[in-house]
Each structure stands twice: as C-alpha cells, then as structure tokens.
C-alpha cells in the first residue's frame, strides 16, 4: 500500500465581500441582471396587451394593478432596466469598435452608463406625468 502524500492547505477562494467592486464590474452583472428582468418585465406589458385585446374585467383588474403603487414601482423599475440595458447596449458597441478599452476610459462610460440610464428614466416619467 502507499501512504498518502501529505497535502499543504491551499487557501480558499475569497468571496464577493473580499473584493472591492470596480465601477466597471458592477455595470457588468446590473447588464446581465437588467436583462433578466427585462424578460419577466416584457411578459408583463404582454399580460397587459393581451387583457387589453380580450376581456375588459380582466384588463381593468391588470390596468387597476399597474395604476397601484407597487404597480407603478414596478413600471418604473422596468422603464429604468430597459433604460439601463439599452445604454450598456449602447456601450458594448462602442467597445466592439476597439475604443474605450484602457481602464479609465471604461471607467467613465461606465459611471456615464448609470448616469444616462437614471436621466433618461426620470424623463420619460416627467414627460409621462406632463402628458398626463
């Protein structure tokens, strides 16, 4: 039989509080999150297209639910990741032109990625209160 070889401790994998978060990685995961809830986000308006186009119980009920609160959190949750999703969009095709690459460049169009996306939401939701 062979003894087993001693093994040394290898050092565990640090976990996401060990890392200090660069503006550019956090952009990275809210594009892939906003994605995501641009799917359920769609599956909505598509809920309320389709009540609209069959029975008016059934849109007044989905009609009554966006005019809530927690309606309109939502609504507007979702006009900011639409927002957000488009202008991260925007700047994964100004990286596949090979501009903007070296870290502090990617920097600021990353901290302009959430200051674009937060502008253009309030402003939709001004102008949507306005023509209201």
Excluded: C
């Excluded at 939502?74 to 991260?88: C, D, E, I």
């Amino acid at each position: 039989m062979t003894k087993p070889i001693a093994t040394r401790q290898r050092p565990l994998s640090p976990h996401l509080t060990v890392y200090k978060w660069p503006i550019t990685m956090t952009m990275s995961i809210l594009h892939r999150i906003t994605g995501g809830a641009l799917y359920f986000g769609t599956l909505l308006v598509a809920l309320w297209l389709v009540s609209a186009a069959t029975d008016e119980h059934l849109f007044n009920l989905v009609n009554g639910f966006f005019g809530s609160w927690f309606g309109l959190l939502v609504l507007f949750g979702y006009t900011w990741a639409l927002m957000h999703h488009m202008v991260g969009g925007i700047r994964h095709l100004i990286w596949d032109t090979i501009t903007g690459l070296d870290k502090q460049t990617a920097s600021k169009m990353a901290w302009a990625t959430v200051i674009t996306s937060v502008t253009l939401t309030l402003l939709i939701w001004v102008a949507g209160a306005l023509l209201r």
